[in-house]
């Protein structure tokens, strides 16, 4: 198992940017694909991004490609999401999440990740 601790989130006006991190202990990092999701009231929890391992395979949610990051430092055991040009409708809260399976199975269900963080609330005035 695998304990993951989002932080970063906050306050911002639309067109500024926030990076996210997400620390991670508990199992070998440097093996693990990870993913960014996001939670906005009384909607179902969208996925972001995800890298794998090697941060050789980057994939994006349509809605954030060409704003957001991903990216990764194993030697922190930490993921990082750069958000820029932040938009209100980016307002949610975002989780990190590990995962074990291949990209091919499900990338952005939710379904295929393992373990998740509590989550950082970011909130983009307009």
């Known amino acids: 198992q695998v304990q993951l601790v989002e932080s970063g989130g906050g306050l911002v006006q639309a067109g500024n940017s926030l990076r996210l991190s997400c620390a991670a202990s508990?199992?070998?990092?440097?093996?693990?694909?990870m993913g960014w999701f996001r939670q906005a009231p009384g909607k179902e929890r969208e996925f972001v991004a995800a890298?794998?391992?090697?941060?050789?395979?980057?994939l994006y949610a349509d809605s954030v490609k060409g704003r957001f990051a991903i990216s990764r430092d194993n030697a922190k055991n930490t993921v990082y999401l750069q958000m820029n040009s932040l938009k209100p409708e980016d307002t949610a809260a975002y989780y990190c999440?590990?995962?074990?399976?291949?990209?091919?199975?499900?990338?952005?269900?939710?379904?295929?990740?393992?373990?998740w963080g509590q989550g950082t609330q970011v909130t983009v005035s307009s």
């Open positions: 890298i794998n391992w090697s941060g050789s395979t980057i």
């Open positions: 508990g199992r070998t990092f440097s093996r693990l694909t």
């Open positions: 999440a590990t995962r074990t399976v291949s990209f091919a199975r499900g990338y952005s269900d939710p379904a295929y990740y393992n373990d």
